[in-house]
């Protein structure tokens, strides 16, 4: 099943939906940060919320989303593009909690003590946006949903799944996002809200029919119209030009010393693992491009 994300939107325009899918997204994300049966559960929701607020940018946006906690997996980021391009990395993904009552126990493996960060790059220059709001269960989908009332002041509502099959491979990731907008008509909230609470296994439901089932499940017995299919798709955002930068920001005295010292330099992206080396010449070259004429 190809990844992608469906947009909806009540008859009424008051009410509009969003559900995704992102296996194979979440597949090879999870891969390149070998993480623990927790960490890919924790990593395909973000994954999958990341799509959903990614569906929500103009032409050129990107957002960042920061979960930070007091659990093992120290932080985890996930970064989305208006295009459907998505990526995610975790502090100390190799961190394992035990399950509780037979779930998955991401709460305890995120920290239920923290913060989640929504940075915004509007694609228009400038300082980008950003909100802050504490973890209100650690769950990913609650917290998302927390920010978007709290600090975008957009009444909504999350749901994220994701499944292991006995591998330990993602086997479903996915979900959805409800939002009322100006105009809502109270008695679709209260049947959606409904809907909502009755439904069952997210990822069951995205192995069963995909995005667009779930999108059916939500909208039962409110008229609705799709308005969009597009495509989720995985695209790291790194480069030797942001590497050069990120080398730059550490300042001459220590790139010098890194030279002398060290005679080489080797950055890795924290999202794909691309290692950049840097020889002892081409650091050297490096600093004089960097600080033309600080070298003594």
């Known amino acids: 099943m190809t990844d992608q994300i469906v947009r909806s939107l009540s008859m009424s325009g008051g009410i509009r939906i969003l559900a995704c899918t992102v296996v194979g997204v979440a597949r090879e994300v999870c891969g390149l940060q070998e993480g623990s049966a927790t960490a890919s559960v924790a990593l395909g929701r973000g994954l999958a919320g990341g799509a959903l607020m990614g569906a929500l940018l103009k032409q050129d946006q990107r957002v960042a989303m920061k979960f930070e906690g007091n659990g093992p997996l120290v932080k985890m980021i996930i970064e989305a593009d208006w295009d459907g391009a998505i990526r995610a990395t975790a502090g100390n993904p190799s961190a394992e909690v035990e399950p509780v009552d037979g779930k998955w126990n991401v709460p305890g493996l995120l920290g239920r003590a923290g913060f989640l960060t929504v940075s915004k790059d509007l694609g228009v220059g400038g300082t980008p946006y950003s909100g802050m709001v504490q973890l209100c269960s650690s769950e990913i989908g609650d917290d998302l949903a927390y920010y978007l009332t709290d600090s975008e002041q957009t009444?909504?509502?999350?749901?994220?799944?994701?499944?292991?099959?006995?591998?330990?491979?993602?086997?479903?990731?996915?979900?959805?996002?409800?939002?009322?907008?100006?105009?809502?008509?109270?008695?679709?909230?209260?049947?959606?809200?409904?809907?909502?609470?009755?439904?069952?296994?997210?990822?069951?439901?995205?192995?069963?029919?995909?995005?667009?089932?779930?999108?059916?499940?939500?909208?039962?017995?409110?008229?609705?119209?799709?308005?969009?299919?597009?495509?989720?798709?995985?695209?790291?955002?790194?480069?030797?030009?942001?590497?050069?930068?990120?080398?730059?920001?550490?300042?001459?005295?220590?790139?010098?010393?890194?030279?002398?010292?060290?005679?080489?330099?080797?950055?890795?992206?924290?999202?794909?693992?691309?290692?950049?080396?840097?020889?002892?010449?081409?650091?050297?070259?490096l600093i004089e491009r960097l600080f033309p004429g600080e070298n003594s």
């Open 155 to 285: 009444p909504s509502a999350v749901g994220l799944g994701a499944a292991l099959d006995a591998e330990g491979i993602i086997s479903a990731c996915g979900g959805f996002l409800v939002q009322t907008l100006p105009g809502a008509l109270d008695n679709e909230i209260d049947l959606i809200m409904a809907n909502i609470s009755t439904l069952e296994s997210i990822s069951d439901i995205l192995k069963n029919g995909g995005p667009e089932l779930l999108i059916e499940k939500l909208w039962d017995g409110t008229a609705y119209t799709l308005l969009e299919k597009k495509d989720v798709f995985f695209r790291c955002g790194c480069s030797l030009d942001k590497v050069e930068k990120a080398l730059f920001s550490l300042g001459h005295d220590e790139l010098r010393d890194m030279s002398i010292k060290e005679k080489c330099a080797e950055v890795s992206c924290e999202f794909c693992r691309k290692k950049y080396a840097f020889d002892q010449a081409e650091l050297e070259s």
